[in-house]
Antibody, heavy 124, light 110 residues
Framework: QVQLQQSGPGLVKPSQTLSLTCAIS??????????YNWIRQSPSRGLEWLGR?????????DYALSVKSRISINPDTSRNQFSLQLNSVTPEDTAVYYC??????????????WGQGTLVSVSS | QPALTQPASVSGSPGQSITISCTGT?????????VSWYQQHPGKAPKLMIY???YRPSGVSNRFSGSKSGNMASLTISGLQAEDEADYYC??????????FGGGTKLTVL
């Protein structure tokens, strides 16, 4: 059974960097069929896909245009996890952040496993 | 403003069928067969109910079905049960490795 366990601070100051980690059990971040994604949810913006990382003989990352200039999603193969870094945050980045997996059921855009969610507030 | 349009709310009585629509454009719903539907109960993470327009993940009840016509996708829930009461979201691939979501529909079981 796949499990995604999120960790990271729930409060970030404006202009600083939001950092979250998602530990994977029951699968590998280096899987040749899965993609590992970050999605956030807020009352003002709804559900928003932020980006993904995946391995297909080499590592790839894709990012949503809305955050492309300030986001980085990276795998950590030694710990079987992946991370999200979002720079220069503002109160607009306040949301519940989820890590998710896609790909193993044949669809790269159907997220079959989700982390528990982390509420991140951006406030001084 | 969500990229995909869903009704804010729908309701039905136990045993009835309901349909939730998800309207996009030919750049997303109409142009790709990568529409998914998620169920979300309060305080919980979304749960995948339908992927690639019509496919159900293992373990999802066959009371849930998906379809698409043109730029509109639909989720149908038959034999409504009390536990189906939740928020439902659609998503669609939009090309260039981009995914968009609907604004969500609150389903009330009367």
């Amino acid at each position: 059974q796949v499990q995604l366990q999120q960790s990271g601070p729930g409060l970030v100051k404006p202009s600083q960097t939001l950092s979250l980690t998602c530990a994977i059990s029951g699968d590998s971040v280096s899987s040749n069929s899965a993609t590992y994604n970050w999605i956030r949810q807020s009352p003002s913006r709804g559900l928003e896909w932020l980006g993904r990382t995946y391995y297909r003989s080499k590592w790839y990352s894709d990012y949503a245009l809305s955050v492309k200039s300030r986001i980085s999603i990276n795998p950590d193969t030694s710990r079987n996890q992946f991370s999200l870094q979002l720079n220069s945050v503002t109160p607009e980045d306040t949301a519940v952040y989820y890590c998710t997996r896609a790909g193993n059921i044949g669809s790269y855009w159907g997220f079959d496993y989700w982390g528990q969610g982390t509420l991140v507030s951006v406030s001084s | 403003q969500p990229a995909l349009t869903q009704p804010a709310s729908v309701s039905g009585s136990p045993g009835q069928s309901i349909t939730i629509s998800c309207t996009g454009t030919r750049s997303d719903v109409g142009g790709h067969n990568y529409v998914s539907w998620y169920q979300q109960h309060p305080g919980k993470a979304p749960k995948l109910m339908i992927y690639d327009v019509t496919y159900r993940p293992s373990g999802v009840s066959n009371r849930f079905s998906g379809s698409k016509s043109g730029n509109m996708a639909s989720l149908t829930i038959s034999g409504l049960q009390a536990e189906d009461e939740a928020d439902y979201y659609c998503s669609s691939y939009r090309g260039v490795s981009t995914l968009v979501f609907g604004g969500g529909t609150k389903l009330t079981v009367l």
